[in-house]
């Protein structure tokens, strides 16, 4: 993500709650090598002036940068400040930091100043300040991510992956990857003579695969072997082995794809010695082209990369590009979430019934007037508690039907269920 238009020299660094430390304990070289194992996660970098400007402006000879553009004596300009204000509320309407970001001020004038304003309006500690500052001017920034030379090599020497003949294979062919697998081909964006996956103890998933025109083999290492892009789609409790057992005939010309939840990029990179993967939560609706899924990219994975998976997934539902530490709570939402739906589903029916309607007729309206009300809420943009409002007429029959979902508690339910499903997520990646 890159704002236009922003030139303070800052880098902002998103970081997991889990990996934060405090850098002022930290010495120079400790924070470098930091920085360099989370490059990936940095997600914003506030730089604009062209390197070969840099040099120049460093000694002093020209100046670029507005901010920068102080007296001496008192600190940032009313413009520089102006500007670092502008700069620090688009910060907070994008939502990146929320309190658990790093910043590491660059060499330009005043660099600690500006930081201090971005921070306390994002509600960054003063603590998660870098203790000296940066030559912004010699950041490698590739796309979202601003990376060590070695990174940025191996981003660039990262053979592409043929867009219009590679081969799809899934590792573990179970209920997930048969969603994508009939998504996918189902949409059109690639043929099923171009989709393998091997069957591990239930015989049956050949048939189930076989019955699409997916090339089911007898081994995970055939499909490693035949496959450019490959989906480790096996359960989280299981991911680890079975990476481990595949990472010999691993390739780095292949990208690697994980939708096991509560499993972490740095984890998979580390099992495969390979860092060109990319996280997604999907969720089972994929089968029918209505997927809600999200993406994030590993170390190496390529611009390229991240296009060849969101047209994937894009073709079988929406996606979304987000931060990492965000998954565990995307898993509770959408990858679980449409059980609780399936469930309210199968109790609106029931009660359609307990109200004396036949069976099929009630499980019918049920299903459409779920798919009414989610394209309803897309489709007019406006606040479900508005659409809820619109449906409730003064002592009618919705709001006596509200009324019996409130006294149960349904909305605190349903917020209890995603948060108890993210936390379990969380519990997985940490066992
Ligand atoms: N289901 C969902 O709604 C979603 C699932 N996910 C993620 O997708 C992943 C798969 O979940 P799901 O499809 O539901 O689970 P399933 O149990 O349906 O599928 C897992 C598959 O992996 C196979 N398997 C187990 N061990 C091995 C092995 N060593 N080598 C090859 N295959 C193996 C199993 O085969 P066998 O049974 O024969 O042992 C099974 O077919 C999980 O990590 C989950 O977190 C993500 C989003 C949504
Ligand atoms: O229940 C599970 O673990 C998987 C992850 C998301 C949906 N199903």
Not at 21 to 44: F, V, W, Y
Not at 63 to 91: F, H, I, M, Y
Not at 198 to 218: M, Q
Not at 228 to 256: A, E, G, Y
């Amino acid at each position: 993500m890159h704002v236009h238009g922003i030139s303070t020299s800052i880098a902002i660094f998103p970081f997991p709650s889990s990996t934060r430390a405090k850098p002022t304990n930290l010495n120079r070289s400790l924070e470098l090598k930091l920085i360099d194992r989370h490059c990936l996660l940095i997600s914003l970098a506030f730089s604009t002036t062209p390197f070969f400007l840099a040099k120049f402006e460093t000694m002093g000879i020209i100046n670029t940068n507005p901010v920068s553009k102080t007296t001496v004596d008192n600190g940032l300009s009313e413009v520089g400040k102006k500007q670092t204000v502008r700069s620090a509320l688009a910060l907070k309407e994008m939502r990146v930091c929320k309190g658990s970001c790093w910043i590491w001020p660059s060499i330009t004038q005043r660099p600690f100043q500006a930081a201090e304003i971005i921070a306390s309006i994002n509600g960054i500690n003063h603590s998660y300040f870098f203790s000296f500052t940066l030559s912004a001017r010699k950041l490698y920034v590739y796309k979202s991510r601003v990376c060590n030379k070695e990174t940025q090599e191996a981003v660039a020497m990262a053979t592409p992956i043929p867009i219009d003949t590679f081969n799809l294979g899934f590792i573990g062919a179970g209920k997930m990857a048969e969603s994508i697998a009939k998504g996918v081909v189902k949409s059109g964006v690639l043929p099923a003579s171009r989709i393998r996956t091997a069957v591990h103890n239930d015989a049956s998933r050949k048939e189930v695969f076989s019955s699409i025109g997916v090339k089911v083999f007898d081994t995970n290492k055939e499909v490693v072997e035949d496959s450019n892009v490959i989906i480790f789609s096996v359960k989280p409790q299981v991911v680890k082995d079975v990476v481990l057992q595949l990472t010999p005939v691993l390739s780095k010309k292949q990208l690697l794809v994980s939708v096991a939840a509560g499993t972490n990029l740095s984890e998979l990179q580390e099992w495969a010695g390979h860092d060109r993967f990319i996280r997604v939560m999907p969720n089972t609706p994929a089968a029918v082209g209505e997927a809600a899924s999200v993406m994030s990219l590993g170390t190496t994975a390529t611009k390229e990369d991240g296009e060849l998976v969101a047209n994937l997934f894009g073709a079988i539902g929406k996606i979304w590009t987000v931060n990492e530490k965000l998954f565990d709570a995307v898993t509770g939402l959408s990858g679980s979430g449409p059980a609780y739906i399936f469930l309210a589903i199968d109790a609106m029916a029931d009660g359609g019934v307990a109200a004396g309607l036949p069976r099929d007729l009630a499980r019918g309206l049920a299903c459409q007037t779920v798919l009414g009300a989610a394209s309803m809420t897309i489709k007019t943009g406006k606040h479900p508690g508005q659409l809820k409002d619109d449906v409730a007429s003064p002592g009618g029959t919705t709001i006596a039907g509200i009324h019996e979902l409130e006294k149960g508690g349904f909305r605190g339910i349903l917020m209890n269920a995603i948060v108890a499903a993210a936390k379990r997520g969380r519990e997985l990646s940490q066992s």
